[in-house]
């Protein structure tokens, strides 16, 4: 596997279910990232983990719970999510934040909350 | 509200001709834009990028025009080719304190290149 790689790819999930999304890079960047992208609107960044280390959480709702076990790994833990919350979930990942590198995005989980 | 904004939803152009996507931004603090370019089923890949210490920067067929004045940047990409076809995000970054750089994106311009 190269790049950035997410898992699943499709999830359908119902309002009182709990998922997980994962994301693994193969980069050995330091940093990774959550984005979100609603129908009809810009990716919207969620989260960004540096070394491991949550540093940026953009006013997340805590349905949504993200995980940073080491810098090659990114969870989006999913729990009570409501319709609204449909969208497709993107990770990223770059050498490092504190800079203007370059971020490199995996395909994305195209979520879908019943 | 919206701090980088791409008012064409779509752009439609003949291969071989010059294709124009232009992003409009409101936060002067932005010091560093991209372009992004996505194809169905994948995720945003990076295309080119600008400092706002420049007004320019070219990278084979693909340049990135900076107007700090207008707070407006464009995107050429000439000749235009059917593989060029996909959608294109605009991205403009600022140092938000600490450690990290934050990507603000507009909501992206679907371009059609015709053959």
């Known amino acids: 596997e190269t790049g950035v790689t997410q898992t699943p790819r499709h999830l359908v999930m119902g309002m009182t279910n709990k998922k997980s999304l994962k994301c693994e890079q193969h980069?050995?960047?330091?940093?990774m990232y959550w984005y979100k992208q609603s129908a009809k609107k810009p990716l919207e960044l969620m989260f960004v983990?540096?070394?491991?280390?949550?540093?940026e959480n953009n006013s997340v709702p805590s349905r949504f719970s993200p995980e940073c076990p080491n810098s090659s790994h990114l969870f989006l833990h999913l729990h009570t999510l409501q319709p609204e919350d449909s969208a497709l979930y993107l990770c990223?990942?770059?050498?490092?934040?504190?800079?203007?590198?370059?971020?490199?995005f995996g395909p994305g989980t195209r979520l879908t909350v019943l | 509200d919206q701090q980088v904004k791409q008012n064409s939803p779509s752009l439609s152009v003949q291969e071989g001709r010059i294709s124009i996507l232009n992003c409009d931004y409101t936060?002067?603090?932005?010091?560093?834009f991209l372009w992004y370019k996505k194809y169905p089923a994948e995720g945003p890949t990076f295309l080119i990028s600008?400092?706002?210490?420049?007004d320019k920067n070219e990278d084979g067929r693909f340049t990135v025009f900076l107007n700090k004045s207008a707070k407006h940047l464009s995107l050429h990409i000439v000749p235009s080719q059917p593989g060029d076809s996909a959608v294109y995000f605009c991205?403009?970054?600022?140092?938000?304190?600490?450690?990290?750089?934050?990507?603000?994106f507009g909501k992206g311009t679907l371009l059609t290149v015709n053959p």
């Open positions: 991205a403009a970054s600022r140092n938000s304190g600490g450690s990290n750089y934050k990507l603000t």
């Open positions: 983990y540096n070394f491991k280390e949550q540093t």
């Open positions: 936060n002067s603090m932005f010091d560093y």
């Open positions: 600008i400092s706002s210490i420049k």
């Open positions: 980069l050995g960047h330091n940093a």
């Open positions: 990223a990942s770059s050498q490092d934040p504190g800079t203007t590198d370059t971020q490199y």
